[in-house]
């Protein structure tokens, strides 16, 4: 039996969290392997905690912010942008695959679509392994 991967998903307290708390309410399922871990803002996160993750075992990472437009701090949802492009330049330099990070700004109520986001990326995830 294949195990399924691990994936770390930084979400931030607003809309990333929100909504995946509404597609628990809804009933939506993403994979088990798949862990949230909430921060109060996307923004804040450093690139060695993002590392740290990859180091501790997980197969993937996703970061899941705010839009520009509904960030609740106004420099939020630009830092997120720019960790991402930094995490990914030293994940590469550490031999990791890009594919294995991934990077979302979602609109508040997208439950939904941040489900169908995160099944779809374990599934590329386990598809490379």
């Known amino acids: 039996m294949e195990r399924e991967p691990k994936v770390v998903i930084f979400t931030c307290n607003w809309n990333a969290h929100e909504s995946l708390q509404a597609a628990g309410k809804q009933h939506l399922h993403y ?3 798949a862990r949230p871990l909430k921060v109060d803002c ?9 590392l740290k993750a990859f180091e501790k075992g997980a197969d993937g990472v996703m970061l ?12 939020g949802s ?14 590469k330099l550490l031999g990791f695959q890009r594919d ?3 990077f979302l700004q979602v609109h508040a ?3 939904e679509a941040l489900v169908q986001e995160v099944q779809a990326f374990v599934s590329q995830i386990a598809g490379s392994e």
């Open 31 to 33: 994979p088990a392997g």
């Open 42 to 50: 996307l923004g804040q996160v450093s690139a060695s905690v993002i």
């Open 64 to 75: 899941v912010g705010c839009t520009p437009e509904e960030c609740h701090y106004e420099f």
């Open 78 to 91: 630009r830092r997120a942008a720019e960790l991402f492009e930094e995490v990914s330049k030293l994940a």
């Open 100 to 102: 294995r990070l991934k």
């Open 109 to 111: 109520g997208a439950s």
